[in-house]
C-alpha cells in the first residue's frame, strides 16, 4: 500500500478500536472507492461489513464493486434482504453481471432473488452472450435520444434519466427501432441553441461493435479510437448498450494477465496471487512442465544418438548449453514481438512473407556478431583448436537463424489456426529450437570434424 493508504488505514484501525462509528464515516468519506475497498481488506474480519453500513449508499456501492470477489461474498453473506437489494439497486447492470458470474450458485440466486424485475432481465438478457463478448461486457444503461428532440428537451430528458445511467457524457441518437442513426456529446447539446434538433447536431459517423465482437478487439478500438464508450448493436444496427472505458481496462489487464501466464507455460488464474492457494498454483503449472519435460527428453535422444561424435572433442560438449540458451532467446526474442504485433492488430496471417524477410536479415546479423565474438573468445580465452571453434560458431550462426525463423512463424500460425499465439512464445519455441540447435551441431560436428580426421 502506499504511504497515503497506510496512514488511511493506521487512522481507521485507531477509530475503530476506540468505537468512533461517526467520525469513521467521515474519514471513509473523503476517500476514493478503490482507496476504502484496499482498506477494508487488511482490516479484521469483522471490520469490513460494520464499515460497509457507516458508509453513504452511493459510496457503499462504489467500493463494492472494487472489492475482491472473495470479500464481496462474505459482505453478501452477512447482508439482510434489504441490505442486498439495497446495495444492488445502486449497481450498474454490467456491475451486477460481474458479480453474478462471479458468485458461487447459492449467492447468486439470492443476488436475482432480490434485484428488481429489470435488472433480473437485464442480467439475465447479458448472461446469454458468450464470454469475452461485447454483450457480455456491456451495461444497457445508456442515454438515448431521439432524432427530433430539441436540445431544451434532450437536457430534460437527461435531467429526468440520467441518474440512473452509466454516463451522460455521450448520448446516442436512435429512431422508434432502436436503429442507431447517431451520437451526440452532452457538451455540443449544451452549448447549442435551444432550437436545434438532434438530428441537426449528432456525429452519424459513429464507431460500433456487434454484440458478438470479441472483448480484446473492443478493447483494441478504445486505444485505435481515444474513446470513453463505444456502442454495441445488434445484427441490424439496433443499440442494444454501452461498452464503457473502465471496463475496457479491465478487459486489457485481464489479456494482458492471461498471455503472461500462457507465455510462462501457466495456466491462467483469475485470483491474485496471495489469494490463491497453493495447490491452485501447482495445478496451473504441473500440466506444462510435465509436458516441457516430455518434449525435453528429445534432446537427450539427440545427445545419446550422437555421443561418439560428441567425444570428439571435450569442447563441444561445453558448447551444447551456450548454443541451446542462445538459440532460446533468438526464438523467444522474436515471438515475443510477433505475439504483441498480433494482440495490437498490426500483424496479419497475410504479412507472413514480410516477417521472414525481415526476420531473416536481423537473424544474420544477430548470428554473424554472436558467431564472431564466441570465435574470438574460443581461440584466445579458451583455445580451442580452429576447426572445432569453427565447427561451434556455425552451428551458432545456424541456430541464430532457425530460432528467429520458428520464433516468428509458430505464433502467426496459431493465430490462423484460431489459437491463442501466447501459446507458442517461449517454452515451446525453446524446446523446439534446443533439439534442432543439437540436430544441426551434431551434424556439422559429424561432417566436419570426423571428416578431417579421415
Not at 215 to 244: C, H, W
Not at 343 to 355: A, I, K, N, R, Y
Request: glycine share 4%; with cysteine.
Amino acid at each position: 500500500m502506499s504511504e497515503m493508504n497506510t496512514a488511511f488505514l493506521t487512522t481507521v484501525e485507531k477509530l475503530w478500536e476506540e468505537k468512533k462509528y461517526n467520525t469513521l464515516r467521515d474519514v471513509l468519506s473523503t476517500m476514493q472507492p478503490a482507496q476504502v475497498a484496499a482498506l477494508l481488506a487488511e482490516l479484521p474480519e469483522n471490520a469490513p461489513a460494520m464499515l460497509f453500513r457507516l458508509m453513504p449508499k452511493e459510496l457503499a456501492a462504489d467500493t463494492f464493486v472494487e472489492m475482491e470477489s472473495d470479500m464481496q461474498e462474505s459482505l453478501i453473506r452477512s447482508f439482510s434482504d434489504t441490505e442486498l437489494k439495497g446495495v444492488l439497486n445502486e449497481l450498474y447492470v454490467d456491475d451486477a453481471v460481474d458479480l453474478v458470474e462471479e458468485m458461487p450458485a447459492n449467492v447468486v440466486r439470492r443476488i436475482l432473488a432480490q434485484a428488481d424485475p429489470d435488472m433480473r432481465k437485464s442480467i439475465n438478457e447479458l448472461l446469454k452472450y458468450p464470454e469475452d463478448s461485447a454483450g457480455s461486457i456491456m451495461t444497457t444503461e445508456f442515454v438515448a435520444l431521439r432524432p427530433h428532440m430539441t436540445a431544451a428537451d434532450a437536457i430534460t430528458s437527461i435531467r429526468r434519466t440520467g441518474m440512473d445511467k452509466e454516463t451522460v457524457n455521450t448520448c446516442y441518437v436512435i429512431d422508434q427501432h432502436r436503429t442507431l442513426l447517431g451520437v451526440v456529446t452532452l457538451r455540443t447539446i449544451v452549448m447549442a441553441r435551444e432550437d436545434q434538433t438532434m438530428e441537426e447536431l449528432m456525429e452519424e459517423n459513429v464507431v460500433s461493435v456487434s454484440t458478438l465482437e470479441d472483448q480484446e478487439t473492443v478493447a483494441r478500438i478504445f486505444s485505435d479510437y481515444n474513446l470513453n464508450v463505444l456502442p454495441v448493436v445488434d445484427k441490424e444496427n439496433r443499440m442494444v448498450g454501452i461498452v464503457t472505458v473502465d471496463d475496457a481496462i479491465d478487459v486489457m489487464e485481464e489479456e494482458v494477465t492471461e498471455d503472461i501466464s500462457k507465455m510462462a507455460a501457466i495456466t491462467p488464474t483469475d485470483k491474485p496471487y496471495l489469494k490463491t492457494s497453493v495447490f491452485t498454483l501447482y495445478k496451473s503449472r504441473i500440466p506444462w512442465l510435465l509436458l516441457l519435460m516430455l518434449s525435453a527428453t528429445f534432446t537427450g535422444m539427440i545427445i545419446t544418438h550422437f555421443e561418439h561424435t560428441l567425444s570428439f572433442s571435450i569442447a563441444l560438449t561445453a558448447a551444447i548449453p551456450m548454443l541451446m540458451d542462445t538459440g532460446g532467446n533468438c526464438g523467444s526474442q522474436a515471438s515475443v514481438t510477433v505475439i504483441r504485433a498480433l494482440s495490437l492488430g498490426e500483424l496479419h496471417f497475410t504479412d507472413l512473407l514480410s516477417v521472414w524477410w525481415k526476420e531473416v536479415r536481423v537473424a544474420a546479423m544477430c548470428g554473424i556478431t554472436l558467431a564472431a565474438a564466441n570465435f574470438v573468445k574460443l581461440l584466445l580465452v579458451e583455445r580451442v583448436p580452429p576447426l572445432i571453434a569453427a565447427t561451434i560458431c556455425l552451428t551458432l550462426f545456424a541456430a541464430v537463424m532457425i530460432a528467429k525463423f520458428v520464433g516468428c512463424t509458430l505464433p502467426i500460425l496459431a493465430d490462423k489456426l484460431g489459437f491463442d499465439p501466447a501459446v507458442m512464445a517461449s517454452p515451446f519455441i525453446t524446446t523446439i529450437v534446443d533439439a534442432l540447435s543439437l540436430l544441426i551441431f551434431c551434424g556439422f560436428a559429424g561432417m566436419l570434424l570426423m571428416g578431417a580426421v579421415a
